[in-house]
């Protein structure tokens, strides 16, 4: 993955709790078990519901490799469960080698807060996982989250 200071990044989650009126919730997400700094998974994760029900994934790849710093990812919802699923193209390791496509998969627990991440790339045997813990936030506005977001 190519080098760039991502320590100060804050990167938040907004999950959507979907009872009558929906509003945002945000998840901000520490990656405690298997999450490194500059790595494929790294020690922050935001994973976005919008009130609009569209979904998007922030983390040190994305803001990395995807223009606008967060990839659209697909939702979908089993009880307490947001399954979460994203692709980052374009990316490259650290020796400059491009890999075309990492699909990416996030299952957070809304009851609990436990998420797992699971980073892959398109036709390469290896993958990468991590674990942690995800606190809620609710409302934030625009502002709160740029403010956030960069740290």
Do not use: H
């Not at 999450?35 to 790294?42: H, R, S």
Request: charged share 20%.
């Amino acid at each position: 993955m190519r080098a760039r200071k991502l320590s100060t990044v804050l990167v938040l989650a907004l999950g959507l709790a979907v009872p009558a009126a929906a509003q945002n919730v945000m998840y901000d997400c520490q990656i405690t078990k298997g999450g490194e700094a500059g790595t494929w998974i790294g020690t922050r994760l935001a994973l976005i519901v919008e009130e609009s029900g569209a979904a998007r994934a922030v983390d040190n790849v994305t803001i990395t490799f995807v223009e606008g710093g967060s990839a659209a990812a697909r939702l979908t919802r089993r009880g307490d469960t947001l399954r979460f699923s994203w692709n980052v193209a374009g990316a490259s390791d650290s020796r400059q080698q491009n890999i075309p496509t990492f699909t990416y998969t996030a299952n957070l627990n809304t009851g609990t807060g436990a998420v797992r991440v699971r980073a892959k790339p398109v036709r390469f045997p290896q993958s990468w996982s991590g674990s942690g813990t995800c606190t809620p936030r609710s409302d934030m506005s625009v502002r709160e989250l740029n403010r956030l977001l960069r740290g």
